[in-house]
Every structure is written in structure tokens, then in C-alpha cells.
């Protein structure tokens, strides 16, 4: 089946610790994306890229790290410089120009 | 700056009753793309429609529609004989054509009780 995956779905992490978020597509999509939705809000954009071994900032990447060395892997670290980390993220993609993006069951991450 | 309104925050409706769902939004791109989303409360966002700035003709799928007005920069949705099932977060958004980026509007939560 044609999907993306996130792994893993809940995440419980001490403040302080680095910890890093799967995704993976086998849709063959060229770009994939990262965002973040807190209680009672919209999706906010962390990273986004285009291209293997290329991305870009979004609104929100302080306190965030990514790599896409493959093209159907797009991980995400929330480092200790995150002052906020508690939400729960999703990963999307798509195949670009416009089309419309296809996101993953999320990871409702907890750092206490 | 690209901007998306969904000003109902709640709406809580009886099963049959239809609803519509307000999406207003501001680009100064005469060439756009919006779309709807329904997050169910498993968390998953799913892809519901996509429409483009040029094509103002309103669609309908089954229960749904939406009514795209340029005029008036909305793009409203309506669920026609609402089923519990439909309950879940319905989110708007926008692109510009060639840049991928998606602007999210906050959501409308819709409840539909039996």
C-alpha cells in the first residue's frame, strides 16, 4: 500500500533530550514537509523540501533540525533548543507544483 | 502575505442537518491554489479537494460541495444531511501556484450528534 509512515505515534521525551521523528513515503513524491499543530490551532510549517539533500526553513524551524538524504525519508529532530517541544507534529507530501499534500498519521510528542 | 480565516471556531449540528463552513482568505497571487482537509480524531489530515484560482465552478462529491467566490475570497463548504461521521476538524488552505508551501487556517470543529 501506497502511504506514509510515521513512527512512532506517541513519543515521551525529558526536557533537554534531542529526539527524532520518522517519516517515510513510498509514494515517490518529490516534497515533503513537517508541521506542527498545538490544541485549537492550524498546521505550522517547521521544514519543507523539494529535492533530495536539499530544504528549507519554514515559519516555525527554531529549535528544529532536518535531513533528506533519501528521497522517500524526510526525519525530524527536535533539539533541546525547542522551548516549546509538547505537540504533535505530522508529515506530509506531495509531488510538488501545486498539488496537494498527503500527510501521515501524525506523532504526539510529550517532553516533561 | 497569504492568509486564511475559518472564523467558526465550534459548530455543533444534528444529525441530517446540513452545515456549511466558512473559509475566506487573502493572497495578493492572481494564481493560487485552495483546499479543504478533514482531520477525523485520529489526527490524520485527509485530502478533500483542491481548486485553482482560475476554475470558479463549485463542486459537489457525494454530501459535499463548495462554493468558490472570487469575488468575495471565499471558498465555503457545505455538507449536505450530516452523518456522525462527518464529525471531525475541517481545515482550509491556501498555495501559491509553483511555491509549495500550504497556509492553514485554524480549523472549524464540527460535531454531529444523532
Known amino acids: 500500500d501506497g502511504g506514509i509512515t510515521q513512527s512512532p505515534k506517541y513519543l515521551f521525551r525529558k526536557e533537554g533530550q534531542n529526539v527524532t521523528l520518522s517519516c517515510e513515503q513510498n509514494?515517490?513524491?518529490?516534497?515533503m514537509y513537517w508541521y506542527r499543530q498545538d490544541p485549537g490551532q492550524g498546521l505550522r510549517l517547521i521544514y519543507y523540501?523539494?529535492?533530495?539533500?536539499?530544504?528549507q526553513k519554514g515559519d516555525i524551524a527554531e529549535g528544529y533540525s532536518v535531513s533528506r538524504e533519501k528521497k522517500e525519508s524526510f526525519p525530524l529532530t527536535v533539539t533541546s533548543a525547542q522551548k516549546n517541544p509538547t505537540a504533535f507534529y505530522l508529515c506530509?507530501?506531495?509531488?510538488?507544483?501545486?498539488?496537494?499534500?498527503?500527510f501521515g498519521p501524525g506523532t504526539r510528542l510529550t517532553v516533561t | 502575505a497569504q492568509k486564511v480565516t475559518q472564523a467558526q471556531t465550534e459548530i455543533s449540528v444534528v444529525e441530517k442537518e446540513d452545515v456549511t463552513l466558512d473559509c475566506v482568505y487573502e493572497?495578493?497571487?492572481?494564481?493560487?491554489?485552495l483546499f479543504w482537509y478533514k482531520q477525523p480524531p485520529s489526527g490524520e489530515l485527509v485530502f478533500l479537494i483542491r481548486r485553482n484560482s482560475f476554475d470558479e465552478q463549485n463542486e459537489i462529491s457525494g454530501r459535499y460541495s463548495w462554493n468558490f467566490q472570487k469575488s468575495t475570497s471565499s471558498f465555503n463548504f457545505t455538507i449536505t444531511a450530516s452523518q456522525v461521521v462527518d464529525s471531525a476538524v475541517y481545515f482550509c488552505?491556501?498555495?501559491?501556484?509553483?511555491?509549495?508551501?500550504?497556509?492553514f487556517g485554524t480549523g472549524t470543529r464540527l460535531l454531529v450528534s444523532p
Open positions: 488552505a491556501l498555495s501559491e501556484v509553483g511555491f509549495q508551501k500550504l497556509v
Open positions: 506530509a507530501s506531495s509531488p510538488g507544483g501545486g498539488s496537494e499534500q498527503y
Open positions: 493572497t495578493r497571487d492572481t494564481t493560487y491554489y
Open positions: 523540501s523539494q529535492i533530495v539533500n536539499d530544504f
Open positions: 509514494l515517490n513524491h518529490d516534497a
